[in-house]
C-alpha cells in the first residue's frame, strides 16, 4: 500500500507571510508527483507534474521541489494572499500507472 | 470551453439504491477518471476509462462499475449503496494515458449522502 504523506496537516499565516508544505511519498519506483490547489466549492486545479530528481517549477508565486532519492517535494508559496487560500494536495504515481494515490492535503488559510 | 463537467451535484440515497454518476470531459480529452473523496481523507481511485474500456481500477468493489461513450462522457454505478459510500465523487480526464504524466482536470465533484 503506497503511503503519501503532507504536512502541515493546516496552516494558519497572514498576508505577506511565505510558506512552505511538504508532501513525502515512497522513493522506489518513482514515476511522477502531481500537485493541486483545492478551493472551497470549486474543482481541484492542478498546479505542478513533476517527474524528474531535481525538479523547479514555477507558476507564479508559488514553486515546487522533487527530491525523489530521499521521497519528497516542497510546495513553496512566496508572498500569501487571502486568495491562495486552499487545500493543497500532492499526488504519487509508481511505475507507468496512472492511478494516482493521494495524500489528505494541506489547508492554507490566509488572513489579512 | 466549460471543462469538466458532472451531474447531479449532489444526490440523496437509501441503503440498498443504485445510483448513477455522470463527467463529460474537458472538450479533446478522451480519458476519463473517477475518484472518491471520503470526509477527511485524500482522493482515493475508483478507475479509468480509456477508448470505452476500463484501463486500470482501484481497490473499490465490483459494487462501482462504470462506462464511457463513445463521445468520451463516462458514468459511474454503485449498486446495493452503503453508509460508507456518502463520500465526494470526482471526475478527472486527461489527454491519452501517458503513463500518469498526463495533467488531469477535475470536475467539480459529486457529493453523495447515502441515509
New interface residues.
Given amino acids: 500500500i503506497l503511503n503519501v504523506e503532507q504536512s502541515p496537516q493546516s496552516l494558519h499565516v497572514q498576508e505577506g507571510d511565505s510558506t512552505n508544505f511538504t508532501c513525502s511519498f515512497p522513493s522506489s519506483n518513482f514515476y511522477a508527483l502531481h500537485w493541486y490547489r483545492w478551493e472551497t466549492a470549486k474543482s481541484p486545479e492542478a498546479l505542478f507534474v513533476m517527474t524528474l530528481n531535481g525538479d523547479e517549477k514555477k507558476k507564479g508565486r508559488i514553486s515546487a521541489t522533487l527530491n525523489t532519492k530521499e521521497g519528497y517535494s516542497y510546495l513553496y508559496i512566496k508572498g500569501s494572499q487571502p486568495e491562495d487560500s486552499a487545500t493543497y494536495l500532492c499526488a504519487f504515481l509508481t511505475g507507468t500507472a496512472s492511478k494516482l494515490t493521494f495524500g489528505t492535503g494541506t489547508r492554507l488559510q490566509v488572513t489579512l | 470551453d466549460a471543462?469538466?463537467t458532472q451531474s447531479p451535484t449532489h444526490l440523496i440515497k437509501t441503503r440498498g439504491q443504485q445510483v448513477t454518476l455522470r463527467c463529460s470531459p474537458k472538450s479533446g480529452h478522451d480519458?476519463v477518471?473517477w475518484?472518491q473523496q471520503a470526509l477527511?481523507?485524500?482522493?482515493?481511485?475508483i478507475f479509468?476509462y480509456y477508448e470505452e474500456e476500463e484501463?486500470?481500477r482501484?481497490n473499490f468493489p465490483d459494487r462501482f462499475s462504470g462506462h464511457q461513450f463513445p463521445n468520451y462522457s463516462s458514468e459511474l454505478n454503485v449498486n446495493a449503496l452503503l453508509l460508507g459510500d456518502s463520500a465526494l465523487y470526482?471526475c478527472a480526464s486527461?489527454l491519452a494515458?501517458?503513463?500518469?504524466?498526463?495533467?488531469?482536470?477535475?470536475?467539480?465533484?459529486t457529493r453523495l449522502l447515502v441515509l
Avoid at chain 2, 40 to 45: A, K, M, S
Avoid at chain 2, 97 to 109: D, I, K, M, N, V
Wanted: glycine fraction near 26%.
Fill in positions: 471543462g469538466v480519458t477518471s475518484y477527511g481523507q485524500g482522493p482515493q481511485f479509468q484501463r486500470q482501484g470526482l486527461s494515458p501517458a503513463g500518469g504524466r498526463e495533467t488531469q482536470y477535475f470536475g467539480p465533484g
